[in-house]
C-alpha cells in the first residue's frame, strides 16, 4: 500500500512514467493491483508521447503552410518591383510578361480547390499561352472555340496545360513559324469534350497509344488522366490520336452528370 501511495503521488506530480517494482510474481490481490497499476501508467505514457507528437506534427504543419503562404508574397512584391522596372524602362513586353506570371501565381496559390470555374482556367491558360508565345515568338498561334453551355460547369484545374506545353515543346519543336493549336470545347453524347489539335510533327499511331502508359515519359499528360479518372471514373480521361508530318489531337472527356454552377 506504501508503495501505490508513493506511486499515485508521483503521477499526481505529473510523473507518469513511475512503475512499481514487483519483486516476485504473484496472484494475490495486491500484486495485481500494483501491476494493473504499472499497465495503466504505460498506457497513459503512451498516449502522452502520441499526443506530444501530433502536436508537433500539426505545429510543423502551421509553419509550412506559413511558409508556402510568404513565398508567394515575396514572389508578388518582387514581381512588382520588377513590373515597374520595365514601365520605367518602356520595356512593355516585358511587363506584360511580368503581370501574366503575377496573374497566374495568384490563381494556382489561391485556389486548392480541384475544380475550377471554366472562365478563370482559360483566363490562366491564355496568360501561360502569352507567355509562352513571348517565348517562342512567331512560332505558333492559338485558336479558342469553347460552346457557351460549358461555362456552366467546373473544371479540374489546370487540366489543358500539359497538353498544350507537349504542342509547343514538342509537336513545334523542329519549326520556327507556321505552328496553330485549336481548343475546342462541346457537349456529345452527354458528355463534355475538350479537344487540343495542333498540326506539328505528329508521331506514329503506335507511340501516341503509349503515352498515357505508366512507363511513359510524358508526366504531364499521365497525370492528368489519372486526375480525371480518379475524380470521375474509368470511363473518362484523355484519348490521345497522332498522324506522322501531320499533328495530334488530344482529347479530354468530362461528364455532363455533375452539378452545374
Known amino acids: ?43 497513459v505514457n503512451t498516449l502522452i508521447e502520441e499526443n506530444y507528437k501530433a502536436k508537433l506534427r500539426e505545429q510543423e504543419a ?28 518602356d520595356q512593355k513586353e516585358l511587363s506584360k510578361m511580368l503581370v501574366s506570371l503575377s496573374n497566374m501565381l495568384h490563381y494556382t496559390t489561391q485556389n ?10 482559360l483566363e490562366w491558360l491564355r496568360h501561360y499561352l502569352f507567355i509562352m508565345g513571348e517565348r517562342f515568338k512567331g512560332k505558333f498561334r492559338v485558336m479558342f472555340e469553347i460552346d457557351e453551355a460549358l ?18 515543346l514538342h509537336g513545334f519543336g ?3 513559324e507556321g505552328g496553330i493549336i485549336r481548343i475546342s470545347g462541346q457537349i456529345l453524347s452527354g458528355e463534355r469534350w475538350f479537344i487540343v489539335r495542333d498540326n506539328g510533327r505528329g508521331m506514329p499511331e503506335h507511340v501516341a497509344r503509349t503515352l498515357l502508359e505508366a512507363d511513359s515519359d510524358h ?30 489531337e ?5 461528364p455532363c452528370s455533375e452539378t452545374a454552377r
Not at 503521477?11 to 513511475?18: E, I, N
Not at 479518372?229 to 484519348?239: S, V
Open 151 to 168: 461555362y456552366r460547369y467546373r473544371v479540374p484545374r489546370l487540366f489543358l496545360q500539359p497538353i498544350i506545353e507537349n504542342s509547343i
Open 219 to 248: 508526366v504531364g499528360l499521365k497525370n492528368v488522366h489519372k486526375r480525371i479518372q480518379f475524380m470521375y471514373g474509368k470511363d473518362y480521361g484523355l484519348q490521345v490520336k497522332s498522324e506522322l508530318s501531320k499533328g495530334t
Open 62 to 89: 502551421e509553419i509550412m503552410a506559413l511558409n508556402v503562404q510568404l513565398n508567394p508574397h515575396f514572389l508578388y512584391n518582387t514581381l512588382n518591383i520588377m513590373n515597374w522596372l520595365a514601365i520605367d524602362r
Open 250 to 254: 488530344v482529347i479530354v472527356r468530362l
Open 1 to 43: 500500500m506504501k508503495k501505490l501511495m508513493a506511486a499515485i503521488k508521483k503521477v499526481g506530480a505529473g510523473d507518469f512514467a513511475s512503475r512499481i517494482d514487483l519483486k516476485r510474481e504473484s496472484n494475490d490481490e495486491f500484486s495485481v493491483v500494483l501491476a494493473k497499476f504499472n499497465d495503466m501508467n504505460e498506457k
Open 112 to 121: 486548392h480547390q480541384e475544380t475550377g470555374d471554366l472562365h478563370e482556367e
Open 174 to 176: 523542329a519549326i520556327t
